[in-house]
């Protein structure tokens, strides 16, 4: 069974960088389109970005483009999620999250199977 593991998260200043690490175990990623999720207090779990299986990239939440950037290492274990000029409104529980490579991917929480616990990046001052 896939495991998934969120690392990375912590305190930051605006205008901070963090790097978030969403690591695989028990399947390799090249059997899934991994997506960072993430879900701010009172507010409803919403799709940052998704890295397919074959080595592209799609970004969905137009308020990080130019911030945000999702990749993946070589040997296809872990999926980063590296932000830059962080705000305050970035804050919120971060999450990575499986959809399998057959049906690509998706801003819909529930066509992700396999989530990751969440890591928690707070970004203030």
């Known amino acids: 069974q896939l495991q998934l593991v969120e690392s990375g998260g912590g305190l930051v200043q605006p205008g901070g960088s963090l790097r978030l690490s969403c690591t695989a175990s028990?399947?390799?990623?090249?059997?899934?389109?991994i997506a960072w999720f993430r879900q701010a207090p009172g507010k409803e779990r919403e799709v940052i970005s998704c890295?397919?299986?074959?080595?592209?990239?799609?970004t969905f939440l137009k308020s990080v483009e130019g911030r945000f950037t999702i990749s993946r290492d070589d040997a296809k274990t872990t999926v980063y999620l590296q932000m830059n000029s962080l705000k305050p409104e970035d804050t919120a529980v971060y999450y990575c999250a499986a959809r399998s490579r057959l049906f690509g991917c998706s801003a819909r929480i529930h066509d992700y199977d396999d989530w990751g616990q969440g890591t928690q990046v707070t970004v203030s001052s």
């Open positions: 028990g399947f390799s990623l090249d059997y899934y389109n």
């Open positions: 890295f397919y299986n074959s080595g592209g990239s799609h």
